[in-house]
Nanobody, 122 residues
C-alpha cells in the first residue's frame, strides 16, 4: 500500500508559477514510478508527467512540455511538479499517482492521492 498526499495548489494569475508536492508513505517510495495527472471540470483525467524510480527519466504531456518540471526526492519520499508560465487552461485538480509500470495510462497506476486544486486566472 502507498498513501499519497498532495499539497501546494492554489489560485495564481496567468503567467505565474506554482510547485505541487506529493508526500508518500507506505511501500518503499523509490520502488514506484510516480506520475502527475489532472482533471478539469467536465473533462476526463489526463496525464501530465511521469518520473522513473531513480528520477533519471521523465516524460511530459505535449501541453505542458517546457513549462512543467517533475522531480523527486527519494530521501524525502516526495515528488514535485514545478509549473511555470501557467495558463487558464491549466486549471484543474491535480493528482499524483504511484505505480510499477512506466506508462502514461491512468489505469496502470495503482495508488492515487486525493488531489489539489490549481486555478489559473486570466
Amino acid at each position: 500500500q502507498v498513501q499519497l498526499v498532495e499539497s501546494g495548489g492554489g489560485l495564481v494569475q496567468a503567467g505565474g508559477s506554482l510547485t505541487l508536492s506529493c508526500a508518500a508513505s507506505g511501500r518503499t517510495f523509490s520502488d514506484n514510478i510516480m506520475g502527475w495527472f489532472r482533471q478539469a471540470p467536465g473533462k476526463e483525467r489526463e496525464f501530465v508527467a511521469a518520473i522513473s524510480r531513480s528520477g533519471s527519466v521523465r516524460r511530459y504531456a505535449d501541453s505542458v512540455k517546457v513549462r512543467f518540471t517533475i522531480s523527486r526526492d527519494n530521501a524525502k519520499n516526495t515528488v514535485y511538479l514545478k509549473m511555470n508560465i501557467l495558463k487558464p487552461e491549466d486549471t484543474a485538480v491535480y493528482y499524483c499517482a504511484a505505480g510499477s509500470s512506466w506508462t502514461t495510462k491512468i489505469g496502470e497506476y495503482d495508488y492515487w492521492g486525493q488531489g489539489t486544486q490549481v486555478t489559473v486566472s486570466s
